[in-house]
């Protein structure tokens, strides 16, 4: 008796968990993918000098590699691409630091 009551609860448990359409779910994960394969590209292009998260923040404010050398670029010195960068919404200054160390004039 005792286990069809712990059954009874599994099943009101379970039941009350918001759930997703399939369709909703499979996008949700091609978007997912898509995400993790950019930021791979990104810890790729500019080595092991930047880590997971800081890569993953870079996708987020959708500065890849190219992007990145296009600011490098415009930019006439070091000071100037920091501001460009911070411009852009890179607020972590160790962040910035290293990819002024990493994005070099004439790379890309």
């Given at each position: 008796?005792?286990e069809?009551f712990?059954?009874?609860?599994?099943?009101?448990?379970?039941?009350s968990i918001?759930?997703?359409?399939a369709?909703?779910?499979?996008?949700?994960?091609r978007?997912?993918?898509?995400?993790?394969?950019r930021?791979s590209?990104?810890l790729?292009?500019?080595?092991?000098r930047?880590?997971a998260?800081?890569a993953?923040?870079?996708?987020?404010?959708?500065?890849?590699?190219?992007?990145l050398c296009?600011?490098?670029?415009?930019?006439?010195?070091?000071?100037?691409?920091?501001?460009a960068?911070?411009?852009h919404?890179v607020?972590?200054?160790p962040?910035?630091?290293?990819?002024?160390a990493?994005?070099k004039?004439?790379n890309?």
């Open positions: 008796m005792e069809i712990m059954q009874r609860a599994l099943v009101d448990l379970l039941s918001p759930t997703r359409p369709r909703q779910q499979l996008q949700l994960w978007v997912q993918k898509e995400q993790r394969r930021t590209t990104l790729h292009s500019l080595g092991r930047v880590t998260a800081q993953k923040r870079l996708d987020v404010l959708d500065l890849s590699y190219p992007v296009e600011i490098r670029g415009s930019a006439s010195s070091d000071d100037k691409f920091r501001r960068l911070q411009e919404g607020r972590s200054k962040l910035r630091e290293k990819l002024v990493i994005v004039i004439g890309g």
